[in-house]
Each structure stands twice: as C-alpha cells, then as structure tokens.
C-alpha cells in the first residue's frame, strides 16, 4: 500500500502541535523546538520519498503463472529473476552440485542428513526456524541453535 501524504502530514502535524506544547511547557527555548521539527520534518520526507520508490519483491514468481502480475521490478531488470528446470535437480540435496565454489560444495558434503535437511528447509525451501520447528518436532531454539552452528560451519 502507498503512501498516504495527505493522511500522514495530519497526523504528523498532530503530533507535533502536542510535542511542540510540551516542550514549550518544559523550558525548551523555540529555537531548539524549530531545530527539532525541521530533523522530524526531512525524517517525515525521506520516509515519504522511500516508501515511494520502493516496491517489495514477489514472493514467488514460476514462468507462466500470474505473467500479468509479474513485478515492474523483474520486467524492467530481467536479471533479477532465475529460471530453472525442475529436472536438473534430480532429487532434494541435488541443489549442492550447482554449487559453482568449491571450497562451499566441500563443505556441504561433509553435512550429515539431518543438517543436510535443515539446510535445505531453511535456506533453499525458506521455512521459518519456527516452522521447521514444527515439522521436525523440535523446539525452535533447538532449530535455531542448529542453524547457527551449520552457519558457523560453513564460514570456517
């Protein structure tokens, strides 16, 4: 959802008047006062101006479907999206071949099944560590200490 100026500058002039009542009630001269609306005043529009120029990615996007909701974002910049064919992977861990660094896929090969598994649900399939959590069973900071050791791992 966009940006709502005429709505946002009430509120912000809203809450102003109240701060600028408050301040003043407190001893706080006009010039610091005018100080700080201007800082809150170029918050205000760099706020603006951000959530005007930013778009979030689609969660998924698979050739075919949805085509004319596609992103502006991966119309305009065709690098941003990767396409590939699901018969490359022949099975769940296959992603670890396409691994083009070979001291990473070294790495990978060393993991257990178990890790192998995790991996692959949170990093490649982007389930949350909570809902890993429910699918293996586990309590979630379980899940999240094993994920901060595999990623510890494999910076070393």
């Not at 170029?42 to 004319?68: C, I, K, V, W």
């Not at 396409?83 to 769940?92: A, I, L, N, Q, S």
Request: proline share 3%; glycine share 4%; net charge negative.
């Amino acid at each position: 959802m966009g940006f709502n100026y005429a709505k946002e500058k009430r509120q912000f002039d809203l809450e102003w008047k109240q701060l600028q009542e408050k301040y003043a009630d407190a001893g706080m001269p006009p010039s610091a006062i005018e100080t700080m609306y201007s800082y809150d005043w170029e918050m205000f529009l760099s706020r603006r101006t951000y959530e005007n120029h930013t778009q979030a990615l689609p969660d998924t996007y698979l050739s075919g479907e949805m085509e004319g909701e596609q992103s502006t974002l991966f119309k305009r910049f065709s690098s941003l999206s990767v396409t590939f064919d699901e018969e490359d992977f022949p099975d769940r861990y296959a992603w670890i071949n396409a691994i083009e660094d070979a001291f990473l896929s070294a790495k990978l090969s060393k993991l257990s099944e178990q890790d192998l598994k995790l991996l692959t649900l949170y990093a490649i399939e982007g389930y949350t560590q909570a809902e890993i959590a429910l699918l293996l069973k586990r309590n979630q900071s379980v899940i999240s200490r094993k994920i901060n050791r595999l990623k510890i791992f494999l910076k070393k």
